[in-house]
């Protein structure tokens, strides 16, 4: 029911025809909007006058500033009584954006949730667990009611507590988590100090998003557990999770184009780029009646896949997210993002879970020290082999950001433990 074969391997005129139209509505219904009556005005933009998809690229961008700007109903379409719902974003970045639903917006979502687990080969048959925060992060209730619309059994256990996450997966026969890739390692720690071997427990998906992560990492959870992971993105700007997803041949998320126009662009210049360059993903929400958000800038840095995939399905893949223009770090003169440092760390087999990057300044110059967790194992052995590990990571380190790193090797648990998104980065820096 929710393999809707028609629309998702639907052809590339028609799926461009079908976007067109709901932009043209999009369009309208901002355009009645307090934000963006006053942005088309100072920019000269008739709306009606957009009539075809590459017309897109003339429209000002929008921002995570401009949504504050609004706040809190600006962008609003529709009347207050026709809202049943808002969520916020987590605020990673500063103060959080608020974001409102019609019950049809609810229910779309909802669809394309419902959508995306299939597309994993999820089916009413499997028990869901669901170890995001409920409340008004979008990762929790956004697939839980995409979830319950496919018909699974919903656990909805949030973040945090461990044990009781253990005890429900084991009393009621979890076969499929939603879960941040740094609380999936941190879990199989746990489960593993409780005398289980995490695949014991069977679970044969997980969903990992809400951060960024490294292949690494994901391979790395896939042993651990036992499982095959699936790349989740999305934002709340965006709905929220359900943006773009892995299908079965977890090669690079499906970003679902009749719900969403995406577009890449050069964060300096704002020009758009072609398929398959590297650059900053521009959403446009196509389906959403309460809030139209046109021309968004995720800060989200990928890459289109131009390539069909083979599941057959039409919509264009993105690559996973390396990190965002503003979590860019810029360590004595290099850019270097914390994405780059992980799969360094995680190429390292005597590393364990958690890692941190902080960053200060002395006498002008930036220091870089990269603190991470070993497997319990390294500190049985001789100093030696610790001294030797510890100057190999630091070679590698060194060959990608060419300022020379203080590396710091901790046992496990040394590091606070992350529940929700992983604090990696701390920038002591005064700038
Ligand atoms: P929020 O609006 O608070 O849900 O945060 C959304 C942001 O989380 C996105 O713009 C990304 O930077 C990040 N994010 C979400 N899912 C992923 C993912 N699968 N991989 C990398 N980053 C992600
Ligand atoms: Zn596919």
Redesign the pocket.
């Known amino acids: 029911m929710f393999w809707n074969e028609q629309l998702e391997t639907i052809e590339r005129k028609a799926l461009e025809k079908l976007q067109l139209e709901k932009l043209r509505k999009a369009l309208a219904a901002a355009a009645t909007t307090p934000f963006y009556k006053k942005v088309f005005a100072d920019n000269g933009v008739d709306v009606s006058r957009i009539t075809t998809l590459d017309h897109l690229r003339d429209l000002p961008l929008t921002t995570k500033h401009d949504l504050r700007l609004s706040y809190p109903d600006g962008m609003v379409a529709v009347p207050r009584t026709e809202i049943v719902r808002l969520h916020a974003?987590?605020g990673?970045t500063g103060k959080s954006t608020v974001i409102f639903y019609t019950a049809k917006d609810l229910a779309d979502w909802a669809d394309l949730i419902a959508r995306s687990m299939m597309a994993t080969g999820t089916t009413r048959n499997d028990v869901f667990q669901n170890m995001m925060g409920y409340g008004l992060?979008?990762g929790g209730l956004g697939l839980h009611y995409g979830a319950e619309r496919l018909g699974c059994l919903v656990i909805p256990s949030s973040t945090g507590n461990s044990l009781k996450q253990i005890e429900l997966m084991k009393d009621f026969g979890t076969t499929v988590v939603h879960i941040t890739p740094s609380y999936a390692m941190h879990l199989a720690d746990v489960v593993s100090e409780n005398g289980i071997n995490p695949p014991d427990l069977g679970i044969k998906k997980a969903y990992l998003?809400?951060?960024?992560?490294s292949e690494g990492v994901k391979k790395k959870i896939e042993g651990q557990w036992g499982l095959d992971a699936y790349?989740?993105?999305?934002?709340?700007?965006m709905n929220?999770p359900g943006v773009a997803f892995e299908c079965e041949y977890k090669n690079g998320m499906h970003l679902w184009e009749d719900y969403y126009i995406m577009e890449i662009i050069n964060p300096d210049t704002g020009e758009r780029l072609p398929d398959g360059e590297e650059g900053e993903l521009v959403l446009t929400h196509i389906n959403r009646e309460a809030m139209p958000i046109i021309r968004y800038r995720?800060?989200?840095l990928t890459r289109i896949i131009p390539e069909k995939c083979a599941c057959g399905r039409t919509h264009r893949r993105i690559e996973?997210?390396k990190g965002?223009t503003d979590d860019m770090l810029i360590v004595g003169g290099v850019n270097v993002f914390p994405s780059q440092i992980e799969t360094v760390l995680m190429n390292v087999p005597e590393v364990g879970n958690n890692y941190q990057i902080v960053l200060d300044r002395h006498n002008n110059l930036d220091r870089i020290h990269v603190r991470v967790e070993l497997y319990n194992k390294m500190f049985e052995g001789d100093i030696k082999a610790l001294d030797a590990l510890r100057k190999k990571i630091v070679e590698r380190l060194k060959a990608l950001i060419t300022v020379n790193p203080k590396v710091e090797l901790l046992e496990p648990g040394s590091l606070p433990p992350s529940m929700g998104k992983a604090v990696r980065v701390i920038d002591k820096r005064e700038i």
């Open positions: 974003s987590s990673t992060f979008t998003g809400a951060e960024p992560y790349n989740s993105y999305g934002l709340s700007e929220g995720t800060r989200d996973r997210i965002r």
